[in-house]
Structures are given as C-alpha cells and as structure tokens.
C-alpha cells in the first residue's frame, strides 16, 4: 500500500539556520504531496502542496519539490524563525477509491533563539 | 464561524466505558475523517465517510464505530474504552469534486482521550 516515510526527530536548529525535512513516499498512481504544520495544541494545517511532478508548492518561506524519479517531497526553509517551532508532517493524498491522505509519522522541530 | 469543531477537548473515562467524541463541520464538505495520533505513529486512519450514510474503515477501525445521518456531523464512538485507545483524536473534512486529491484536509483542533 501507500506510504509516507520521514525523518525522525527532533531537530534542534538555531534562528537563521537553513532547514531541511527529508519526507518518501511510495504510491500509486498519481498522488498529492502535502506538508502540514501542528502548532501545541492545535489541529494540523496546511503548509503547502504539490499536484503533479516537477510541481514546487512554497508558502511562508517554506518550500519543496514534488520529484517523482526519487519519490520525494523534501521539505526547506532558507532562514528558521523561533515561530517554526512546530510538528511538520509530510503526506500523500490518493488519486483514487477514498482519496484518503495518509501522513508520516512527523516531525517536531525546536527553533532556539 | 465557519470551521471544524471538537468536543470535548479534553475527556478522561475508565476501561470499559462507551464514549462519544463529536465533530461538526459548517463547510457542507462530503467527506470526513476520524484520525488518531500517537507519538512515533504520526496520524492514522480510523473512519472515513465520503456522504451522509457512506462509511468505510480506515487503517486502525476495530473498537471503533461511526455513523453519519447528517452531511455536518461525523461522531466517533468507542463502544468500550481500552487503555490501548488513550490518543489524541482528530476530526478531519476536505471538498469534494474534480481534482479532489488536490484539495487539502480541514482539521478540528482535537480531541486528547485518557482511558485510566
């Protein structure tokens, strides 16, 4: 069946540092890539996406490429704020029967000041 | 306010006991979920409903049972608590339509079960 696979954690980076959650996946047929971001105490929220390979989905200085040939869906930030701090999940949404997502088991991430 | 919404947020109950976690949603969205978390397992799949009176099983259904007699409402009941369900439990909903697999989950804020 599908699957996500992500780094574990914890990451612990300074203010400023370049970021990089590393996220596989392996599926069938044509899925969505998604990233969602958990703050404390909080349901998940969208991060960004990709529909298609080559896609790149960014959104708040996050960024990550939908790459097809190595079945990843990396996910960077050029400058961590200690805002980042959060549990970064990495998730495929299927194409077909229940267009169920199914997610990785995420990653928390300690930004320190 | 339009959204996804929980209750309780919080619950503690004892082995044994049935109890009832609610989820409502304003968006008239077709499909709802039931996922829980769990350190080290990220989200898994309990439910999933794609219309009122259409459920099916996700990955981890046993000890679960859901029903759906409205489109806004998607309740998740443990027929008899167990330790081994003491997680975090999240509502989800998502659009429906062409390219809906691009479309993301709206997630309720959860809620945290104990089984003592």
């Known amino acids: 069946g599908n699957s996500v696979t992500q780094m574990e954690g914890p990451v612990t980076l300074s203010e400023e540092a370049f970021l990089t959650i590393n996220c596989t996946y392996t599926a069938t047929g044509y899925p969505s890539l998604f990233w969602y971001v958990q703050y404390p105490g909080e349901g998940l929220q969208l991060l960004l996406k990709?529909?298609?390979?080559?896609d790149k989905g960014s959104n708040k200085g996050f960024e990550a490429t939908y790459r097809k040939e190595t079945t990843s869906f990396h996910l960077e930030k050029g400058s961590v704020q200690v805002s980042d701090s959060a549990v970064y999940f990495c998730?495929?949404?299927?194409?077909?029967?229940?267009?169920?997502?199914?997610f990785g088991a995420g990653t928390r991430l300690f930004v320190k000041a | 306010d339009a959204g996804i919404t929980q209750s309780p947020r919080y619950k503690i109950t004892e082995t044994g006991r049935q109890v009832t976690l609610m989820c409502h949603q304003t968006w008239s969205h077709s499909y709802m979920f039931w996922y829980r978390q769990d350190l080290g397992h990220g989200l898994r799949l309990i439910y999933y409903s794609a219309a009122a009176d259409i459920t099916d099983k996700g990955e981890v259904p046993d000890g679960y049972v859901v029903s759906r007699s409205k489109t806004e409402n998607f309740p998740l009941t443990l027929e008899s608590a167990t330790r081994s369900q003491t997680s975090v439990y999240f509502c989800?909903?998502?659009?429906?339509?062409?390219?809906?697999?691009?479309?993301?989950?709206?997630f309720g804020n959860g809620t945290r079960l104990t089984v003592t």
């Open positions: 998730a495929l949404s299927e194409d077909t029967g229940g267009f169920k997502t199914i």
């Open positions: 990709a529909t298609k390979a080559d």
């Open positions: 989800a909903s998502r659009t429906t339509g062409v390219g809906m697999s691009n479309s993301p989950l709206h």
